[in-house]
């Protein structure tokens, strides 16, 4: 449910933009993404700080493109937070010495450091090729294909990495749950 709740501005923004428009697209985006974490609040008495950046950042680089009625400013939007979601990664993993992945999922999992660290490396790799990706995308192809870009390939890139990732862990998540077993 609550992944499905994310995706519900960006896909309203897709259909007002093919339908209208960039200014229309944008400012519906701007408000289903508040509606969203008005709903996010309110049903999981909580808002991640990853939610918060990137609300804040949709509204501020959403009112912009509706306002110069361009949708440059969505597009530094994703480059800008593909690159902050890769640095916060490899700061924590290079200058704090732990990686952020574990930090945001270990109390869930067990794993030995390696693996976390090769597990961080692996999300700031991604975001990176998002982010060039994004900015080729951006630069040299129209805003409908850009368009099309961010709705379906960066979905798609997103559940190719948490599927990766899945197989990745699969290995020591059956070792856990046999750890557990025999105790």
């Known amino acids: 449910m609550k992944q ?9 923004f897709f259909i007002v933009y093919k339908s209208y428009g960039v200014q229309e ?23 991640e700080k990853s939610q918060w950046i990137m609300g804040i950042a949709v509204v501020f ?10 949708l440059a400013f969505l597009k530094w939007k994703v480059t800008l937070i593909n690159g902050l979601f890769a640095a916060a990664l490899l700061i924590s993993q290079f200058v704090f010495r732990k990686p952020l992945v574990q930090m945001l999922l270990g109390k869930e999992l067990r794993l030995p450091p390696d693996v976390w660290g090769k597990l961080n490396l692996g999300w700031a790799g991604f975001f990176i090729v998002c982010m060039f990706v994004n900015m080729i995308i951006s630069y040299y192809f129209s805003d409908d294909v850009w368009t099309n870009f961010k709705v379906f390939g960066l979905t798609g890139l997103s559940l190719v990495a948490v599927v990766a990732t899945c197989f990745y862990l699969y290995p020591y998540l059956k070792q856990h749950t046999q750890d557990e077993e025999k105790e």
């Open 4 to 12: 499905l709740l994310e995706f519900i501005p960006l896909i309203l």
């Open 61 to 70: 680089f959403g009112l912009l493109t509706a306002y110069f009625n361009d």
């Open 25 to 47: 697209a944008a400012l519906v985006l701007v408000a289903a993404t508040l509606v969203q974490l008005i709903a996010l609040k309110v049903l999981y008495k909580k808002i």
